[in-house]
């Protein structure tokens, strides 16, 4: 989820582009975090100081960690505990970006400290909910009636697709009263105290990546057995929503059979919105219609 | 009973789900499965085949899971039927239980889940 939050906002800010951020994320699967940028994140070494151990590294046949214990920049222990995070996928998006030239250690210091500094909680407010308000800004939903339900559904959306599908995908846009259009589709209803229409779907690449990745197959057609794979995940999500409404909202929500749909355009009315997220394997589309 | 001779029957409508909860019968010894793709597939199927344990899903086509459960249920008292679906409201909740479910299961079903309810029939 923070890969997301932080590379939206460093795409918000000019920080890096959308091709520059969708490179990061296609190859955060293949590297972990050099030990500098942890020691970064962790408020352990500036910028500066990392730059000056990489360059010392070009003339001392030493390890980054022995080199920074030795120059006083960090502890025996400190270096122990960087090694144990240098999977976090926080810390592998930076890197990725470092590694390929798109930032320096100054960019994404300067970044992380300005992202932390405004993700951080505000008085009595819950991680949960600084989520929340985090999803309404970068939705752009601010001043939408419903603001709450959209970002509620679409953050339990986003961890379901970190949790099935990986956390290689970024925001790429979000669509409100006009229409979008979708190669492939699958539908569902949620009615009771609440109904709305939510559809997944997006480029045949996408809509294929998305069942391939849910279903851990190779996958390559949009056969009936891909369009149940897309439209289980859709029912999975509606599912867990429907469970959390139930727990701690008292609201009994029911589903409807999933439907699929081709060469699907559909109007976003006012109390909609679509989102589309830029997967290393497409695009996909995510519209929730509030009725 | 041996494991070997359980015969079950998976109900839902997802070809996927299918698959998944049939390769974790497989894997601990079960490979004789009968599925169903809707709830009104489902009650035939059972007063056709009689399988041992039902798995079933409950948003589906033609007929949700929880009528076919009662139907099958009305049917035959005997019958286990493992309710697995996403969809584990308190509502749900309380229509299997009353409908007589064997266990219900928040999908997607893992597989300790399935060995759990397996030894808990060869219990009964």
Sequence with gaps: MYTQLFGHYMLNNGIIDADELHAALTAMTRIKAKLGAAAIDAGYMTAAQVDEIHELQHTVDKRFGDIAVSKGYLTEEQVRMLLTKQKNANLVLGQALIDFGFISNKEFEDALTDYKRKASLINGESEEERMENEMVQILGIDTMQDSEFFAEYILLFIRNLIRFLGDDF???GVARMTTISMNYACCQTISGPLNAKVVLGGTELGFIGIA?????????ETDDYTKACVGELLNLQNGLFAVNMSNSGNMELELSPQTSEEQLMM???ENGIAVTLSFSFGDIKIAVIKE | MKISDITVMICDDSPLVRKKIAEILSKVGINTVINAADGEEAVNMYKEKKPDLVFMDIVMPKKTGIDAL?????????AKIVMASTVGTQSNLIAAIKEGAFEF??????????LKVINRMLKE
């Design chain 1, 267 to 269: 109007n976003i009315p």
């Design chain 2, 70 to 78: 009662r139907e099958i249920r009305a049917a035959d008292s005997e």
């Design chain 1, 212 to 220: 391939a990745r849910y279903a851990g197959e190779n996958l390559t």
């Design chain 1, 170 to 172: 970024s925001f790429a």
């Design chain 2, 105 to 114: 299961l928040q999908k997607p079903v893992k597989e300790e889940d399935v």
